[in-house]
């Protein structure tokens, strides 16, 4: 089992930064790739980055060149560093952790409200 809790969150204006943190626990989470998702209202959940143990890392085009994915695997915490944030930015966004693929996550946080007001 593992678990996740994400904090940072909030209200900025456009053109700012915002960093996102996840704090992961449980067995052998050290192991498994870490994900940020996020979920604008009447829109589907979409993959924002992800990063396996070794660093391989994937963006999403519409946060390429802005947000930067990390991860610090002694204290087993994801970090998202968003510049230039946007109004099409604001969602919910949720730490996740997959064993496999990335797209399919297998535990989730609660979730971090960002908001980016124009």
């Known amino acids: 089992q593992v678990q996740l809790v994400e904090s940072g969150g909030g209200l900025v204006q456009a053109g700012d930064s915002l960093r996102l943190s996840c704090a992961a626990s449980?067995?052998?989470?050290?192991?498994?790739?870490l994900n940020w998702f996020r979920q604008a209202p009447g829109k589907e959940r979409e993959l924002v980055a992800y990063?396996?143990?070794?660093?391989?890392?994937y963006y999403a085009d519409s946060v390429k060149g802005r947000f930067t994915i990390s991860r610090d695997n002694a204290t087993n915490t994801l970090y998202l560093q968003m510049n230039s944030l946007k109004p099409e930015d604001t969602a919910v966004y949720y730490c996740a952790a997959s064993s496999r693929s990335m797209l399919r996550p297998d535990y989730w946080g609660q979730g971090t409200q960002v908001t980016v007001s124009s």
């Open positions: 990063i396996t143990r070794v660093g391989y890392i």
């Open positions: 449980g067995r052998l989470v050290s192991y498994y790739g």
